[in-house]
């Protein structure tokens, strides 16, 4: 839903009178098949399954107030419901919700169209898996609270005010409720959560109950409510900056369940809901004696990467023109002696949902404001404010394409350093990350563990090669070129071909590669893709290296249908072209020059990823590209190693970058070599 360009109270306007869809609906309510319609248009599909979209009108239908069954659902029951997907701002979100529901346009709303809006947060409820048993009256009393001077109608001013300071109602609103919606600090950021063991609410004391998602949780401190208690004055959440840079490092204690653990000053077990935690050093004490012992915190386990509060000073405050209860804050960076601020980029589209629940696990293992979601601005404003460090790591959370993003941007930035670039693989794929020693993808490893890796980690430094496509004929309609640069690899024919298949059907029907078994299948594919691939004939894939480092290359001798320029030794999700080298003993060690093709000698070099230098592997054809994906084939042809490269195509062919394919008309390619060497923590071998 997220990836619809659409938005709700856009499609909404075709169903009224003289809309396109306007047939459709009939007084409040619309059919089946305008149902089917607003599906349709909506989500932008030419075809939708009749069967679910059957039972999601039925669905509807079971909500009514009433009981009723008539034909027809309330269109702005179901407008409401898919609005909750849609990212947006509280005010947004707030001011289309009362407009929807007041449906004699007033300007206010009556009981019965608050008591329609309660039914709605029920099924949002119901939705997000609440336990709803005893839910309608806490939301009656939510409204009732909004209604400020009680004259048994809500304004909108009242609306907009009540709701923006009403956390369960915002998230039933589809609400991400963060500090950064406010720039103030201290705000918890919650989310609904079923917890597996007996746990107690901070604010009442009283065990949360039920089923489902039995309360509210701060991902970042911890700190747990019932979901009706989040506005009865809980505390705040931990201090994510300070108001002068002469503040001192202190703990920053959150009310806890620490049952059974020891306090750290009198040794002694804590009970139930009479101990706290330091959200940074994770110190755990009793309330009698939080202020005995150190009176500093020094971080704890996670020093190194903490970007911790008193390291965040507030330069200045500006009021948002828009709404005065808004304000903007502009932050800076003192740096902390002898520790390395990890700035953290996650993807949270990578990997299913594990991109997000990374995302949660390092706002609550680090400092907010170091973490930061790709989707939301992308990586210019977290590099921006750790302009200034000059010690610091950066840790890319999301597939090859996600690196090589963080990548472009540390170029297009102004940095003092370059710091180096640790990558934790999320998805498919993931060849630098396996070339790194990260492995082919996250297995829910304590991130605590990732973190000492990290640290741990060595450094090596990675060529990034420039590349530049001219077609033949500048008129000649072809695919955008997807890079500009290449990290990994880069192909020409029967293996790209492939990559083209496989990434044309992973668009058309993506739930077919999300099993949790996806690296297998997405083998199963490729496979199938390479023996069911048209085979190219040698007169099908003709080209030849014009210039490498200035010497020519024949090809005409070979049944080649595919060329493959390898930076790195892994290529679709651990594939190596180039194969495992074997170096006599009795061979001194030489320095390489800048071409070399011959094949005994190609036998003894091995891949480097930062000797300023490509491999080159001819491929046979798709039957030999399918043992290779398959494991049944170890490698290609070596045909060379060169740190200049320029192929001169006649026909059209399919080429890919990084794993992006697209086709190209006859062209000329030229791959050099004159890019930033980026420098990368790599694994340290066991």
């Known amino acids: 839903f997220a990836d619809s360009s659409l938005r709700v109270k856009d499609v909404i306007k075709e169903f009224h009178p003289g809309g396109r869809l306007g047939q459709h609906s009939f007084g409040e309510r619309v059919d089946a098949v305008g149902f089917c319609l607003f599906l349709k248009t909506y989500l932008e599909v030419d075809e939708f399954p009749e069967d679910f979209c059957q039972r999601l009108f039925r669905y509807f239908q079971h909500f009514e107030q009433n009981g009723s069954t008539k ?23 707030l001011e289309f919700t009362f407009k929807l529901y ?23 409820a119901d939705y997000l898996g609440w ?18 001077d009680d004259s048994g109608t809500v304004t909108l001013e009242e ?49 949360l109950l039920g089923l489902g998602k039995q309360g509210l949780c701060c991902t970042c401190c911890k700190y747990t409510v019932h979901s009706q208690c989040a506005n009865k004055n809980p505390e705040p959440c931990a201090r994510t900056f300070v108001k002068s840079k002469k503040e001192v490092a202190a703990h920053d204690w959150i009310r806890a369940d ?12 804590i009970k139930t809901l009479v101990g706290r935690r330091c959200v940074w050093c994770q110190e755990m004490r009793h309330d009698e004696c939080l202020f005995s012992g150190l009176s500093t915190c020094e971080c704890g ?31 800076q960076i003192v740096p902390i002696p002898d520790t390395h601020p990890l700035l953290v980029f996650v993807n949270p589209k990578s990997g299913g949902k594990q991109g997000e629940r990374v995302l949660r696990k390092f706002q609550h293992l680090l400092n907010p404001r170091q973490v930061y979601n790709l989707s939301n601005g992308g990586p210019a404003p977290g590099l921006h404010f750790f302009r200034n460090l000059h010690k610091y790591r950066i840790l890319v959370c999301g597939g090859d394409g996600t690196v090589g993003w963080i990548l472009d941007a540390i170029d297009k930035e102004d940095l003092q350093v370059r710091p180096p670039v640790a990558v934790l693989p999320l998805g498919t794929g993931n060849d630098l990350a396996r070339c790194l020693r990260w492995g082919g993808g996250y297995e829910g490893t304590d991130l605590r563990e990732i973190l000492k890796e990290i640290e741990a980690g060595e450094l090596v430094s990675m060529d990034r090669w420039s590349i530049r496509v001219i077609p033949d004929d500048p008129q000649e309609a072809g695919d955008p070129v997807p890079y500009e640069i290449i990290n990994n690899y880069f192909s020409i024919g029967v293996d790209a071909s492939i990559a083209h298949r496989f990434h044309s059907m992973r668009e058309k029907h993506p739930q077919r590669f999300n099993s949790k078994d996806f690296w297998y299948q997405n083998k199963i594919f490729l496979f199938y893709f390479a023996f069911s691939s048209v085979a190219y004939t040698e007169n099908n894939l003709l080209f030849c290296f ?29 594939s190596n072209l180039w194969g495992e080298s074997k170096k006599p003993d009795s061979v001194p060690e030489m320095e390489p020059s800048e071409v070399i093709t011959d094949p005994e000698l190609l036998k003894t070099i091995s891949q480097d990823m930062s000797d300023k230098r490509l491999e080159v592997v001819g491929l046979e054809g798709a039957i030999e590209m399918g043992q290779i994906y398959t494991r049944l084939k170890s490698a290609g042809h070596r045909l060379a190693q060169t740190s200049q490269i320029t192929i001169r195509t006649i026909k059209a062919l399919p080429m890919q970058i990084d794993g992006e394919p697209w086709m190209q008309p006859p062209c000329t390619v030229s791959v ?15």
């Open 546 to 574: 014009y210039q490498c480092c200035g010497r020519s290359v024949d090809l005409s001798s070979m049944s080649l249908e595919g060329i493959a320029v390898l930076n790195i030794p892994s290529m679709h999700g651990g």
């Open 159 to 207: 609306w907009l005010k009540g709701g923006m300071n009403n956390v369960p109602l915002l998230v039933l609103l589809g609400l991400k409720v963060t500090e950064q919606m406010t720039e103030r600090d201290g705000q918890h950021i919650w989310r609904m959560k079923h917890f597996n063991k007996p746990t107690y609410c901070s604010v009442c004391q009283s065990m």
């Open 71 to 93: 034909s027809g659902v309330f269109l702005r029951d179901v407008s409401c419901y898919f609005s909750v997907l849609e990212e947006g701002q509280p005010r947004e979100k």
């Open 301 to 331: 386990p996670l020093r190194d990467h903490i970007l911790p509060p008193w390291a965040i000073y507030a330069v200045s405050k500006l009021h948002n023109p828009s709404d005065p209860n808004l304000f903007c804050i502009f932050l």
């Open 672 to 686: 050099i070599n004159p890019q930033p060497r980026p420098r990368h923590i790599r694994l340290n071998p066991m």
């Open 131 to 148: 336990d709803v048993t005893e839910i309608r009256p806490v939301l009656k009393d939510m409204m009732t609270a909004i209604d400020v």
């Open 102 to 124: 007041d449906k004699d346009g007033n300007g206010l709303l009556d009981s019965s169209e608050v008591d329609r809006i309660i039914t709605q947060m029920m099924r949002a």
């Open 258 to 269: 620490c049952n059974s653990t020891k306090c750290q000053v009198c040794h002694k077990k």
